[in-house]
């Protein structure tokens, strides 16, 4: 094994396998140390990610508003009063986006709700001709995890609440986490309203599914929660199983490429920062049969990383 900038190569097959497989499982994760200080010093004494989460749940539960907004703004270190965002801070975030943004993000929600519509179209089938069929159901309220917060991924957005709409579902709410001024990135927020999100609170983490899940005074309870997030929001989403309908469970963001020879570095770099930038708990990986294509991929990280607003990630 070596280490070349910021992608280590693995060479010997053993020491790669053996690398990938020391992984931590789901419920038993290995936060980075300055994360898992905080928890400890959260609760006083050594804390697993499990049981943080299940402390987390069962304040929220007890408490309602004030342990999600309590937790919400200590993780994200943001301040604000309201819980739920405001139509005018909904209205203030089409102003703050340039108009290509809002282009884009308007054809993405079209081209998803088209792909959707269609979908429908074709899912239902009769189970008295061939004996197998399946019936559409909305459900009455779904809850979006509006993943991100300095990285807005509006896409995330579209993709959860737009066949959401398109299903017919009734109520569609979002949480999402505050910027340190309490404000929500303006293209999230832009991104939900022409999703079809009706209504949109400020909580993040596993505070924001336990609101969703057993609803509090300001958030209403829902049938199903839907959204990727990190370790947390998939800790929470496990726990809560049972208890409110979940989407699946995602772990932390694994991004594969395969690569030959003949592959383009810059592409292969930018496909692994693309998912790498999610969460410290990302794992890219190059699988390529190429040494001189993977000293190449682990220049264009170096080069693309250094032009990232997160860099540190």
């Known amino acids: 094994m070596t280490t070349t900038s910021s992608l280590r190569i693995v060479e010997d097959i053993a020491d790669a ?4 497989l020391k992984r931590a499982p789901l419920g038993e994760p290995v936060l980075a140390p300055p994360v898992q ?4 010093e959260l609760w006083g004494a050594p804390t697993s990610p499990a049981e943080h989460v299940r402390k987390i749940l ?3 539960e007890a408490e309602g508003d004030a342990a999600v907004k309590r937790f919400s703004q200590q993780f994200d270190r943001s301040e604000y009063d309201a819980i739920e965002v405001s139509g005018d801070e909904i209205a203030e975030a089409f102003g703050q986006i340039t108009q290509a943004q809002h282009d884009a993000i308007a054809f993405a ?5 088209s792909y959707h519509a269609t979908q429908m179209q074709h899912a239902p089938t009769s189970f008295t001709e061939r004996g197998t069929g399946m019936v559409v159901r909305p459900l009455r309220r779904a809850g979006i995890y509006m993943t991100g917060n300095e990285a807005a991924l ?5 993709h959860t609440a737009v066949p959401a709409v398109v299903a017919g579902v009734d109520e569609i709410f979002g949480v999402t986490a505050a910027r340190a001024d309490g404000t929500v990135n303006p293209l999230k927020l832009v991104a939900a309203r022409l999703s079809g999100v009706q209504r949109i609170f400020r909580a993040s983490g596993a505070q924001a599914v336990a609101a969703l899940a057993f609803g509090t005074e300001t958030i209403p309870r829902v049938d ?3 959204g990727p997030g990190g370790i947390f929001v998939t800790l929470a989403k496990q726990q809560l199983f049972g208890r409110v309908g979940i989407d699946a469970i995602y772990g932390p963001t694994e991004t594969l490429v ?10 292969a770099a930018a496909d ?4 790498a930038e999610h969460d410290v708990l990302a794992t890219p990986v190059l699988i390529t049969t190429s040494r001189r294509m993977a000293e190449a991929v682990a220049a264009e990280v170096d080069t693309q990383l250094a032009t990232l607003e997160r860099e540190a990630i």
Do not use: E, N
């Open 224 to 226: 199903k929660i839907f």
């Open 37 to 40: 200080a905080s928890i400890d």
């Open 154 to 158: 509006p896409s995330s957005v579209i």
């Open 109 to 113: 929600v079209q081209r998803v709700r």
């Open 258 to 267: 395969l690569a030959d020879d003949t592959a383009k570095p810059d592409l």
């Open 272 to 275: 692994l920062l693309a998912q």
């Open 17 to 20: 396998r053996a690398t990938i």
């Open 58 to 60: 069962a304040a929220v």
